[in-house]
């Protein structure tokens, strides 16, 4: 007689834990589980405040965080008179090269999301990773004929400030 009671009580507790195993999986459901274009991938719209809706807010804001940097390069550089054409003439080609770039991967990422055949969106991102390669080689051209003018004082702290290795964004070394 206990044996069968046991053995009922311990079955009733399976089944109610699997029963509740099961309410809760259901309630707990990932949204990603609903997602059209797949788990562990965002829709644009689901990134939140990091892309706004605005191309021209984020233009504006990417421009601005921009402008911050380099003005504080500037101050942390402490350029000489002679050095500041060099300078001006570097900070006006990097932003023109940004907000060309900025233009270029909004029309791409537009065309993106309008076309269904999956052929040509490798073959537009094949295009993007393309301009990005060019870019790159720009983006040195542009640092190279500024880099030469620099003390070696002023190339270690460029060097640290200008483009950080991932983790030292915040990590002053050259004070």
Request: charged share 35%; net charge positive.
């Given at each position: 007689m206990a044996r069968k009671q046991i053995a009922r009580t311990t079955l009733t507790s399976l089944l109610v834990s699997g029963l509740v195993a099961t309410a809760m999986t259901s309630w707990a459901r990932s949204p990603m589980d609903e997602m059209p274009h797949g788990p562990g991938m965002m829709a644009p719209k689901e990134m939140g405040p990091r892309m706004p809706a605005d191309p021209e807010a984020w233009?504006?804001?990417?421009?601005?965080?921009?402008?911050?940097?380099?003005?504080?390069?500037?101050?942390?550089?402490?350029?000489t008179e002679a050095q500041k054409p060099a300078w001006q003439a570097f900070r006006k080609e990097w932003q023109a090269l940004h907000e060309k770039r900025f233009e270029a991967h909004r029309a791409k990422q537009d065309a993106f999301q309008e076309t269904d055949k999956v052929l040509e969106r490798l073959k537009?991102?094949?295009?993007?990773?393309?301009?990005?390669?060019?870019?790159?080689?720009?983006?040195?051209?542009?640092?190279?004929?500024?880099?030469?003018?620099?003390?070696?004082?002023q190339k270690r702290i460029f060097d640290q400030e200008f483009m950080p290795k991932r983790g030292e964004h915040r990590k002053p070394k050259h004070r």
């Amino acid at each position: 007689m206990a044996r069968k009671q046991i053995a009922r009580t311990t079955l009733t507790s399976l089944l109610v834990s699997g029963l509740v195993a099961t309410a809760m999986t259901s309630w707990a459901r990932s949204p990603m589980d609903e997602m059209p274009h797949g788990p562990g991938m965002m829709a644009p719209k689901e990134m939140g405040p990091r892309m706004p809706a605005d191309p021209e807010a984020w233009k504006e804001r990417m421009a601005e965080r921009q402008a911050a940097k380099l003005d504080r390069l500037e101050v942390l550089l402490q350029l000489t008179e002679a050095q500041k054409p060099a300078w001006q003439a570097f900070r006006k080609e990097w932003q023109a090269l940004h907000e060309k770039r900025f233009e270029a991967h909004r029309a791409k990422q537009d065309a993106f999301q309008e076309t269904d055949k999956v052929l040509e969106r490798l073959k537009l991102r094949e295009t993007m990773l393309q301009e990005m390669i060019e870019d790159a080689r720009k983006e040195r051209q542009i640092v190279e004929s500024f880099y030469d003018q620099l003390t070696d004082a002023q190339k270690r702290i460029f060097d640290q400030e200008f483009m950080p290795k991932r983790g030292e964004h915040r990590k002053p070394k050259h004070r």
